[in-house]
């Protein structure tokens, strides 16, 4: 059951990051979906049970992808949409072009543009503007090209969406926390300024809270490790000496035997 509720929390986790992540809910989702088809055949569920885990999960991948995160798939410079059904491809660039008319863009240009960058020609034919896309995130890549064409301002607009809204929510959680039934004394103003700096802290020290903590799981796993390595050791010698006394009690055994027979011969003699 591990291996099956492990990825599920893993991509809640990962959609409940603050990083803009919409560009990759689409693919999540599509691995989240190969995993459980893997691991619930070798689960201790029944089949009917499994059946209907894939069926609600279906059901729920159909109601949470829209047009949105397969357009934010398409912008995507790692992959741009290439491992989309024709289908997803569709409504993926009609989303695009529906953000561009409610920018007041011109739609051809747009969709000139749009073939330009999926085809990597003209503008985006230059080889440096794809160096280095694994150490940077799609909303950076596109803010770095700010200025070069139109689909840039549309790209920005989606990829910069927030997936959810545990983002808000933990900043109302802490505007709650500063300005409670004992400090409502606090200018709206003022309230808003330390909610600001209070969760802006929390980013910075988010990552050297994390690092400790992947330092003390570490170090749990490998004293794990090591206890489990000990045991298997005292198995193994137990089972020598065991295998040890057993060959000495058959050897004894042996050598009675060889005695008596001996001693029956010498009677008989």
């Known amino acids: 059951m591990i291996r099956i509720l492990k990825p599920i929390v893993k991509l809640i986790i990962s959609l409940e990051s603050n990083d803009p992540q919409i560009h990759l809910v689409n693919r999540q989702f599509n ?7 893997e691991q619930l055949p070798m689960s201790p569920l029944e089949k009917a049970d499994e ?7 279906k059901r729920r991948k159909e109601f949470d992808i829209g047009p ?10 790692m ?19 529906e953000v561009g008319q409610q920018m007041k863009l011109d739609n051809i240009q747009l969709k000139t ?27 950076l890549w596109w803010r770095s090209l700010r200025g070069t ?3 840039v301002e549309v790209a920005l607009r989606i990829l910069s969406a927030p997936v959810t809204s545990a983002a808000t929510e933990r900043t109302f959680s802490a505007f709650s926390w500063i300005h409670s039934k004992k400090r409502n004394r606090l200018t709206s103003e003022r309230a808003a300024k330390l909610t600001y700096v209070s969760y802006n802290r929390k980013l910075l020290h988010c990552n050297e809270e994390t690092k400790r903590k992947k330092q003390k799981l570490d170090l749990m796993n490998k004293n794990n490790t090591t206890q489990e390595n000990e045991e298997q050791e005292n198995e193994q ?22 005695s008596e027979s001996g001693s029956e011969m010498s009677d008989s003699e």
Request: charged share 25%; hydrophobic share 40%; glycine share 6%.
């Open 31 to 37: 691995d989240l979906e190969n995993t459980l088809s």
């Open 51 to 57: 059946k209907l885990i894939l069926h609600k999960f």
């Open 68 to 77: 949105i995160h397969l357009a934010a798939e398409i912008l995507n410079p």
């Open 79 to 97: 992959v741009q949409g290439g491992d989309l059904k024709p289908f997803d491809l569709l409504d993926g660039l009609t989303f695009i072009y």
């Open 113 to 139: 543009e749009l073939v330009h960058y999926r085809e990597k020609d003209g503008l985006w034919g230059r080889k440096i503007l794809w160096e280095g896309l694994e150490s940077m995130s799609p909303l």
């Open 149 to 151: 064409s139109i689909i």
């Open 237 to 258: 010698s137990c089972t020598s000496e065991e295998n040890s006394m057993e060959t000495k009690k058959l050897c004894d055994s042996s050598e009675i035997l060889i």
